[in-house]
């Protein structure tokens, strides 16, 4: 029972790791943005709450969304 907890939060984690290194691939292969983390901050000081999962799919499948969000926070920081 107790290696099942800690399998599901390990796994938890696993995904994080996943969606953040894929956000961050995308990012920078789009040269947007410096880094992952100031793209979140960015991102959350723009109130764009879309959660890591999403933005993984996006990046992953639909760049250009990714992309358009990105011009959305550039421009709410003028």
């Given at each position: 029972?107790?290696?099942?907890?800690?399998?599901?939060?390990?796994?938890?984690?696993?995904?994080?790791?996943?969606?953040?290194?894929?956000?961050?691939?995308?990012?920078?292969?789009m040269?947007?943005?410096?880094?992952?983390s100031?793209?979140?901050?960015?991102?959350?000081?723009?109130?764009?709450?879309?959660?890591?999962?999403?933005?993984a799919?996006?990046?992953?499948?639909?760049?250009?969304?990714?992309?358009?969000?990105?011009?959305?926070?550039?421009?709410?920081?003028?």
């Amino acid at each position: 029972m107790v290696s099942a907890d800690r399998d599901r939060r390990k796994q938890k984690r696993n995904f994080r790791s996943l969606w953040i290194t894929r956000i961050n691939g995308a990012i920078r292969e789009m040269k947007l943005f410096f880094n992952y983390s100031k793209w979140i901050h960015h991102l959350y000081t723009a109130q764009l709450l879309i959660n890591r999962k999403m933005l993984a799919q996006m990046a992953r499948f639909n760049p250009q969304c990714l992309f358009m969000v990105s011009k959305k926070i550039a421009y709410s920081e003028l």
